[in-house]
């Protein structure tokens, strides 16, 4: 008897509850509605990894090196060649110059925000952050637009460093997180989907049953109320991602061939991007990772040099390379960036200086989903302080992104409180990125 | 007057308003011939007629961007904009000459001319002579002296259906300031707000749908209408309705409504369903498993009323309802930053300053008033005393608390309530319970309120500010000076004042203040003045390079463009200032939502006739919003749902009943605990979830209780309380230390309680709306339930434990922790908070905090000898728990425990003997509990409140 009404005067139509007791479970019925209604599209990629670089790299240091600029912007690394023709960056991605030909590269992207949340906010949803309403996440988009099996958790985050949050879509569409990192070699558990404290399925299945003849007190009243009957069919979900053992074999790393783990490298960030390889191996839509310390204000060329350029080099080569082993990489995009990219000019507030917070020229990497790779999209200037031409800015890469996931980011959602929300309002997809 | 004149001819008296003038008869009759030679008005008549055609919906020319090049306001209302773009310029859709050519007929009429909104029009309607005379008569805009609006009437008041199909035909007539009276029924739009009860269609005719009851909405000029419909479900109405016992008020005024819809209200709940509904309601815990057998084996008459007096007093009560007050007001750590100089601590100031108030019984309207007046400084102090005074309070050592203080000022500090306009929508939001933020851009589609509404309402809030307060300027770097931090800003700053506050000294504080008004805060003219001088400059330098450029003089060319690009810079930063200024900053004036116009010169802070505003017995929103959001909290839904959208288009269910509780609540002196104990006693309240036949399908008229899934923090209590120790259990409802509705401010904090308040859904207080909440279900709440390794721990081990405790009484010996160990998942968490520690250490190094990094230390050590252990090979489950049941064991008294302590009740003899077989069939009683917990915890009956 209620109906939610929206700002622009039409009404919810698909809100509106026939009968029904309470609004708990609201959403579920939408949710269910539109897959049994076969509305769910069918994506160019079946699946997406979004790997954040929190901190913001300095795009001069990584790929868009500009070695002919004054000493106080260039920088001290120097570009190699690539296995892609004309495509050079940074001599301390070696790895990643040998498989240049499987992502591409964006330049000259550009906005506004310098401060790390907004920024973040911003690559993370491909909107300019509001202050008054929490814009999506790619991969709680993602799980809203798509099913997946009914084993395996559609949205994971790797670690607990993730900013892919459901903003205004509800809690419904949060990413499970696994907290942790797993180790190289070890098993690795994750919450809620490996058998916990001892558990076995045999004794889940014992509980099962034992839960089926208790929980009787609603009989009856479920098909009244929505959060009871969600509950119930929450409730045959999770239980068939506990007892599966493709969703815990999926999450353990150790299983994976010690051949194609090896390039992983073994630490953390390489974990998670093997992780990622097995989850949307599995089955799983979406993954979303990250690699901080990018915030390099002092001592940026060792920093990058020493921590942050080797395990990006590794992992992500790793990743791109492994994905099209296994015959993934047309199926699933990938999409890297930090939250903005460095001052072109060097600051001098430790000995070798440092880059300061930029965001009006950054790099971006998309991989996969129709992506051709081996190629540069875009221009910086020549101290690279600006995009050459117009530029991009992060709600193109999202709209394009979202293309390559079959998704259309001009589609409508509605906010809370009935506002309509265009997932990326401003942005245009990036068709060079795709011939 | 001018409305008059030209219709003067048309006025036919049809039936007498309740006014008693005559009413003008309608567009439609009166176009209805061909010769006819009235003059539409355009806001009376033309820009109605393009909201009932659809023209300027949001999908059409109302969008922001406009269609095929012509925009309209969306929603109408912006009479000046619509007329402008239709009738004026280059693009005028107008022509005076041969009317009936005029782009804005042809366009609609026939596909000729590619209209994408289509055939709306067609020729020789009505509709179509309305249009023609107007453009006619030369397409007049609005005169400056229009009459306004003063009352839309709308008959019937209220419809009662009792069959499907039937109809009614609603009638709507405008009464103008100027007297006249008019019928604007095929002018106005309708609504109803659930077609599943009854539909309308264009022209007001309403037909009747499923039992139920709704409203219908009728939108005209600015106002908005609403009108209730009704179809009882039963026959059981009037005479046929059975006798209901109705106590209190609240019960009268609920079974009220339910009689004229044949809804019958269930059966007084039993005393366990009462005792575990009001225990989470009111104080967000769950009983213990002694509180319900106490309760169970009162027999005295008065033992619900006793039970709520004694909850209203309980620390749980002060705790959970803080939290919900800092939801509404929108206390958000991350919004905080850098608002006082110790991380975090501002969220604990705020929660700490409404504890205090909550828990005293403080009016909420004093409440509110130490929020919406707010200044850092106490009365008479001044900066140096009042950094004095911060600084003795961030002292570690201090005893005394924030809360003491007169004010709440970091409500106006958050990072994302600085705008004015930002502040007038969170404002309306937490205090009025509406949303205005859609007028920010257009006319309110679901109320009155215009764009002009809220600008002028934006003024109120352009003399507050946050930081350091010039006037305090010289205090303010004296103090920084006599602590050698002369010239250190931003970072660099906040680094060195968490340290120089441990060791004792003052430190200074950053403050929000009230900006007194300028004597002259209008300066059009002299802007326009600056303005019109800066134009010319540029002219001249544009004139002058033009010169140059014919000569050789380079460097004076070079030197004119630099002196024309600064100049052009100038102009539009002038702008940019004005328009902050248009805006509301600096405003002379500003108007109460609905209200009188304040001359805000006459106050020494703008802030202070909005306060007593809110307090006005007549502000329709204040009060009634919070008597509205309370009620919410108990009912599963508000009187006015959602609760914190308190718009025309969206009526009360029960308007009597709003109104009882809102005039009560006021009456007694804005008593908080007042209304709670009003609402809980009633019948309403306590009565059972378990439907009869005829109130099944009812959600919205409290004929029932409503199974609702317990909000994030709650949830994540009950499971500590339902699973731990009876020990334990107990000082949950005596200490909030550690308990989830007592952490202060939401946010991204890293704690292990807070990717389960997270999924769950807890508020994250940043959106100004109520369901920042969430109370739906999902699949990884199920899948937390049912085994994550934080809800499987909390049964399983530790001494604080339920079961360790049962096995201890069993044995002499606490459970062992085997489950815990030499398992992937403890591993993982040990490695996890150790990486997690070296973080937290690394941070107190930098803070310069050695104790904590003291602390941390030596809880690493622990975490890395746990982790050891784990390493160690897992010992036979079975040699471990071979020292069970040394003692005969009363499984059934178990059982009922285990019932007790999750459900707040005792197994029926079924789930008694069900159990029973269940434990029977583990190893040993202590593995069977921890099955029958597990199951326990995960049935809808625990995660639900009922």
Redesign the interface.
Known sequence: ?????T?????RRDF?????????????ANYLQMTDAGEVKQPRAKAGIFINLPGGPSHMDTFDLKPDAPKEYRGTFNPIQTNASGVEFCEHLPKLAQCADKFAILRGVTHTLGAH?LGSEYVNTGSRPL????YPGYGSVFTKEHQGPADL?PFVTVG?TSRQKPG?L???Y?A??T??TP?AGQ???V?????????TVG??E??QS??G???K??AG?EK??Q??D???R??Q???S??TSKRARAAFDVSKESPDFAKPFGEDAFGMSCLLATRLVEAGVGFVSLSLGGWDTHQDNFTRLKERNLPPLDTGLSALLTGLEQKGLLDTTSVFVTGEFGRTPKINTRSAEGGRDHYPRCMFMLMAGGGVRGGQVIGKSDDKATLPAATGYSPDDAAATFYHSLGIDHTKEYHS??G??ITIVRNGQVIKELFS | MWRTFSLAAAIVSLALPASGAEVIEPVNKRFAAEDVKEVPDFRTHVAPMLGRLGCNSRSCHGSFQGRGGLRLSLFGFDFKMDHDNLATGEDSRINLETPADSLMLLKPISDEFGHGGGHRLDEGSWEHRLFINWIKSGAKPVPADHADLTRLEVTPTEILFNKQGQTRQLRVIAHWSDGSSEDVTPLSRFQSNSGQVAGIDQAGLVTSAEPGDTHLVVFYDSEVVPIPVVRPVTDRIGPKYPKVPTPTRIDTLVVEKLRKLGVVPSDLSDDAQFLRRVSLDLTGTLPTATQVETFLADSSADKRTRKIDELLETPGYAAWWTTRLCDITGNNDDNLNNVVPVRGRASQDWYDWIHRRVAENVPYDELVSGIVTAVSRDDGESFTDYSKAMSSLYNPDNKSSYSEREHMPHYWARRNFRQPTDRAIGFAYTFLGIRIQCAQCHKHPFDQWTQNDFQQFTGFFTRVSSGTNPASREEYDKLQKSLGLEGKRGNQLRRELPRLLREGKTVPFQEVYAIAPRRNANNGNKNNKNLKRMKQQVAQLEASIEKLKEGDDKKQLADKQKQLAAAKQRIKRFAAQANRRRNGQGAATAKLLGGDVVKLTEHADAREPLMQWLRDPNNGYFARAFVNRVWANYFNVGIVEPPDDLSLANPPSNKPLLDYLTQGFIDNGYDMKWLHREITSSRTYQLSWQPNETNAKDDLNFSHAVPRRLPAEIAYDALKSATASDAIALAMHGSMEGRAIAIPGAGIRRNSTSYALQIFGRSVRDTNCDCDRSSDSSLLQTVFLRNDNEVLTMIDSGRDSWLSQVNRELTGKPLATARNTGNQRGAANIARNIANQKRRIGQAKKDGNDKLVKRLTQQLKRYKSRSQQTQKPRKQKTEEKSTVETKPADKASLVRQAYLRTLSRYPSEAELSRSISYVDGEENIVDGLRGLMWALINTKEFIVNH
């Open positions: 008897m209620a109906t939610f009404k700002c622009d005067g039409m009404k509106i509850r026939v009968g029904a007791l309470g609004v708990g479970g609201l959403s579920l949340a202050p008054a309403l929490e958790p607990n205004f509800g809690v419904k949060a499970l997180a907290g942790a180790r098993p690795f558990g919450r809620g989907v490996s058998l916990g404290n001892g558990l004794e889940i014992k509980r034992l839960l003849d208790l929980d007190t609603f009243v009244n109320n959060l009871l969600g509950l119930d929450f409730s979900q999770a239980y991602i506990i809370k409180t506002r309509p």
